[in-house]
């Protein structure tokens, strides 16, 4: 395609891991990425390759049409039940910009509520869905996340119908920004308990 080196992880885009990541390109490009990991001790440990090999012939671009056919439905949920300003599409995921859901979560705690960076206003709602919903976000998977917005993406059928549909989803995000904007309002002290724990 043109790319002089690519890079994607092994859990994500319809493939089921292990949680390594994917590296290809230009052979000389490559040789020098993987020295670099195995001077970082960060190089996929030789007994994952089996796995490795494993998910990438289970991939299927028809498994990944039908991951982007079930997040749209969500979105499509999330957008009749939060409006256009919140919900955002792009071609394969739905996402609320931090900046959005910063703004919601403090036009609904009111005046008393803490200014909140985005990533922190996202980090609020993700806690809250976490908790109060069993839904874990990238948020809390791992590694900080490279954006402010909460991302819906890559969700299996199965898994939203286990929630109750696209529109349980949708109820599960608008009663986690009213529960997190009840906290909001409380002050400082009740925002950085429900981010940072006590």
Known sequence: LGADLGATG????GVAG???GLLGGRADLVARAR???YELGSECRPVLYPAVVRTLETYTDER????????????????ERLGGELVQDTPFI???PGEAVNAELARRAGPGAPPLEPIEATAALAMV??????????????????????????LPAATVAALGGPEAFAAAVDD????AAAVLGKGEEAARRLILGP
């Open 64 to 79: 990944v049409r039908e991951l982007i056919a079930s997040t749209r439905l969500v979105g499509a949920a999330l957008r």
């Open 35 to 37: 020295a670099r990991a």
């Open 129 to 154: 869905l976490l908790r109060d919903h069993g839904l874990l976000t990238v948020h809390f998977a791992g590694l900080p996340p490279g954006t402010a917005a909460l991302l819906v993406k890559f």
């Open 94 to 96: 739905t996402r609320l």
């Open 18 to 20: 292990p949680r390594v």
């Open 10 to 13: 092994l859990d994500k885009y």
């Open 176 to 179: 986690s920004l009213d529960r």
